[in-house]
């Protein structure tokens, strides 16, 4: 009943979806706007009908409807009320209406806004959203269907399907399979909304641009409208990806955060995309350039959104070597490629509409080195991309299938990293239109000055490995410039205003949320590399099996184990749980309790690592193996990670650096007003 | 970049610039792919190229023989034996999905195997019928030595879930 409900309503808004984008677009071009009245109203149905839709999963999850195949697949009696309501997005099917649901959240209230300036726009927005929508719920209503009801087939084959195959009879299952036990952490009950927030969020300023495009705008109010939407996209897969290498270092239990798996660089490349559009939209509101460039990133993020979502569910990547064909491989790649097409040709035909206001006429101006910024994000995702599909170019073109692994991106991305970082201490010093090697030399110098006594200090700090003391150096650098800027502009407003120092500071960033929450995200990001160059330069790892009272000694640090229980759980877990006793520089500093624990839903063990954690360095204990007799011995892998905890740390404030730069500024004047920086650069 | 207008007296310099950094990219990829790129074999594969492989890594994916698993806890070592599948997806889906064609191939006597010696911590996922890709190359002794094991069991691995790694 429930599961026919969802389903209907989800067949509903696939055709409610068709419809608001094919009324709305007639209406546009008949010039008839009932039309297109009756395509926003379309649209505002959508979210409440997949509301239903995914109410009725949820009903259905968390009341443990074992006969619908979804259900039975993320869900067991064992795992407690929230985890299953969670499991919506555990699974593919309920993931994609869970995106679908808020896609339409966001174009609705996007629809909402006031439109007086940009009537024109709506259809066409109206159009691409509801095109897009109208795909992914195509998606599940014929062949992902969260609704599908598990029958036993004549021949004895369990199958799922809406309605009775004939012969077939209807299983009714106990229980379920359960959710994958590494999706039963807080971690990953957060990061994949988080990432699809991101995603989704990211159709609204595409919508706006192909509308843009379409009704032959030729000016920037599309990137104006949208500024709050590319950000909050961008907000929520930076929180997206942060999180889920905070969830692999927490459940994975290898000791890394990032492993360059293609799902994870399906969700860095739209991220890649993003920022570089977030760069070069400045150019465009400050100097009116770039014009062509900003819609192709648009474009291509989008496009990576979908090739995200693709990659991710399709299976195509796993498949070559693995998993079967999804069915929906095929209808994303031919979705893709269509709107990908049909945008460029799009592009194409308006080119002439979009010519630049302005020339490139100084190599070290902010608009150059913006360009260049873009160069190296573009490099970044060249190199993800390319090794992500490398192993099915090869196959395809060689019939032998060739891969790369983490030491190809990591080799690659390095120098590119490296050149961001560097633009990143030289960029904020620039001014637009007109800076030279000497303006910028000139602000450069003390900065750059003080940050050499980092590699000296770290030299004789038994620091040597080169890689590290550039890292460090350029990271330093970059960090001096970042609050010199801070207190250049703040120490400004304290002369002319007479404002004390934090009065002056919070004024100053409040007069300039974007430029100064921008530096707050560079702040995040040294932070960041920090911690990156530690744990990739520095991780140290040794494994052993121990006796009761045994050591082992890693560095400064001494492990004992010191005893091994194994107990059941109320919720459906059997857990083998260790003590150890950590001693740093022979002093006892602390008690880890690394585990395994084994779920009995779905025969799987997850091991959960024991880690003291200090800004210095985490101390990480894995339990590998364990003798369940005699507990009298058990094996550790056991790593060394300095600096670890500055990527969380960094993580935190690049967030908040984006929830500055969100937060729209109260006046309207920063439009006109000229550039700080010119002034700045000539003081 | 596309900006740059055509009586620009400076365009020659930043076509330059963009040209280098585009060729500098290019180069990075091309020259870390040639370092670092490995054949991703079947075990059968792996046979039939015998010494055309050399001492490069190879990756060598088979399904696990659960009765083989035989692990040295003292030492870490860890030795068990994948058995041929093929990589041909038609193949698989003909045989009823990734799960069957792995129940397959192990029934299969006949068919080539392959020794892997593994040193380092037991993984969660190795068991009988899971897939197994081993990173590593063949020893003198006709036995594989793995630096890398990533297991994927077909039924529970979906979606989002990023492999298990180990090692490496």
Same mark, same amino acid.
């Given at each position: 009943m429930v599961a026919n409900i969802g389903y209907y309503a989800l067949v509903i808004t696939f055709l409610v979806s068709i419809y608001g984008a094919g009324a709305a677009?007639? @209406? *546009?071009?008949?010039r008839k706007p009932e039309f297109v009245e009756s395509g926003r109203y379309a649209m505002l149905l959508t979210w409440p009908l997949l509301t239903v839709a995914s109410a009725a999963i949820i009903w259905l999850l968390a009341t443990g409807h074992y006969e619908i195949g979804f259900v039975a697949s993320v869900t067991s009696n064992s795992m407690p009320t929230y985890l299953k309501v969670t499991a919506l997005w555990g699974g593919q099917e309920g993931s994609l209406v869970f995106w679908a649901w808020l896609m *339409? &959240?966001?174009t609705s209230a996007a629809s909402l806004r006031k439109w007086d300036r940009d009537r024109e726009l709506l259809p066409w927005f109206i159009m691409v959203t509801m095109i897009t929508l109208a795909f992914f719920i195509s998606l599940t209503v014929f062949f992902e269907n969260p609704f599908a009801r598990l029958w036993l087939s004549a021949d004895g084959q369990q199958v799922a399907a809406m309605l009775q195959p004939t012969g077939a009879v209807p299983l009714n299952p106990p229980d379920g399979r359960g959710l994958n036990p590494l999706l039963r952490h807080p971690g990953m009950i957060i990061h994949p909304p988080a990432l699809y927030l991101g995603f989704v969020a990211y159709v609204i300023p595409y919508a706006f641009a192909m509308a843009a495009l379409i009704t032959r705008r030729s000016d920037d109010r599309w990137i104006r409208i949208t500024r709050r939407w590319t950000l909050v996209a961008w907000i929520f897969l930076s929180l997206g990806l942060i999180l889920g290498g905070r969830w692999a270092y927490d459940v994975l239990g290898w000791g890394g955060y990032w @492993?360059?798996?293609?799902?994870?660089? &399906?969700?860095?490349?739209?991220?890649?995309? @993003?920022t570089a559009f977030l760069h070069s939209v400045m150019v465009q509101e400050k100097k009116g350039m770039l014009k062509h460039w900003n819609v192709v990133l648009i474009i291509l993020t989008y496009a990576l959104v979908i090739f995200g979502t693709f990659l991710s569910r399709s299976g195509v990547l796993s498949s070559v070597h693995a998993f079967a064909k999804s069915a929906i491989g095929p209808m994303f790649f031919i979705f893709i490629g269509v709107t990908f097409l049909v945008s460029l040709s799009l592009l194409i035909n308006r080119w002439e509409m979009l010519k630049g206001e302005n020339f490139l006429n100084s190599m070290f101006s902010r608009e150059a080195l913006f360009l260049l910024n873009n160069f190296l994000f573009m490099g970044i995702l060249a190199v993800s991309f390319w090794g992500v599909?490398?192993?099915l170019l090869s196959e395809l073109i060689t019939g032998q299938k060739i891969t790369v692994g983490p030491p190809f991106y990591e080799r690659a991305n390095g120098p590119l990293g490296l050149g961001l970082l560097i633009l990143m201490a030289i960029a904020p010093l620039s001014a637009y239109a007109s800076s030279s090697w000497k303006t910028i030399g000139r602000a450069l110098w003390k900065p750059a000055l003080v940050s050499l006594l980092v590699p000296i200090t770290l030299y004789f700090g038994e620091i040597r490995n080169p890689i590290a003391l550039m890292g460090?150096?350029?990271?330093?650098?970059? *960090?001096?410039?970042t609050l010199y800027e801070f207190w250049r502009g703040a120490n400004a407003r304290n002369r002319r205003h007479g404002e004390n120092f934090p009065l002056a500071l919070w004024r100053l960033v409040g007069r300039n949320r974007r430029r100064y929450g921008g530096y707050v995200i560079h702040l995040g990001v040294v932070l960041m590399a920090f911690g990156i160059i530690g744990i990739e330069v520095y991780q140290t790892e040794t494994q052993a099996t121990l006796s009761r009272g045994e050591q082992v000694t890693l560095g400064s640090y001494v492990m004992t184990y010191d005893d091994l229980s194994i107990f059941d759980t109320n919720d459906g877990r059997n857990v083998a749980r260790a003590v150890v006793s950590v001693y740093k520089d022979g002093k006892l500093v602390d008690e880890l309790y690394p585990r395994k624990d084994y779920y009995f839903d779905s025969q799987q063990a997850v091991t959960i690592p024991g880690t003291r954690s200090t800004l210095?360095?985490?101390?990480?204990?894995i339990l590998v193996g364990l003798d369940p007799d005699s507990r009298s011995h058990a094996t550790f892998k056991v790593y060394h990670n300095p600096l670890v905890n500055l990527i969380w740390i960094g993580g935190v404030v690049f967030i908040i650096g984006t929830v500055v730069a969100v937060w729209v500024n109260s006046d309207r004047r920063r439009w006109s007003k000229a550039s700080p920086a010119s002034a700045i650069t000539q003081a | 970049m596309t900006e740059v207008p055509k009586a620009n007296a400076g365009r020659g310099k930043f076509l330059l610039g963009g040209f280098l950094i585009v060729a500098a990219i290019v180069y990075l990829i091309a020259s870390s792919t040639q370092a670092t790129a490995q054949y991703y074999l079947t075990i059968d594969e792996l046979f039939a190229k015998g010494e055309a492989v050399g001492d490069r890594d190879v990756k060598i994916s088979g399904v696990v023989d659960g009765d083989s698993i035989q692990y040295d806890v003292k030492n870490l070592t860890l030795?068990?034996?994948? *058995?041929?599948?093929p990589a041909d997806l038609d193949k698989i889906e003909e045989a009823g999905g990734l799960a069957e064609a792995l129940h397959i191939a192990l029934e299969d006597t006949q068919g080539k195997r392959l020794d892997v010696e593994y040193i380092g911590v037991m993984p969660d996922l190795l068991r009988h019928e899971a897939q197994a890709i081993v990173t590593g190359r063949m020893g003198e002794d006709g036995i594989f030595h793995a630096d890398e094991l990533l297991l994927k069991c077909p039924t529970r691995y979906e979606d989002e879930v990023p492999l298990q790694a180990v090692g490496g």
């Open positions: 677009a007639y @209406g *546009a071009l008949k *339409a &959240a966001f @492993g360059w798996d293609p799902v994870e660089i &399906a969700a860095l490349l739209p991220w890649l995309a @993003g599909i490398f192993p460090y150096t350029v990271a330093a650098l970059v *960090a001096f410039v210095e360095d985490d101390f990480y204990v | 030795r068990f034996t994948i *058995a041929n599948v």
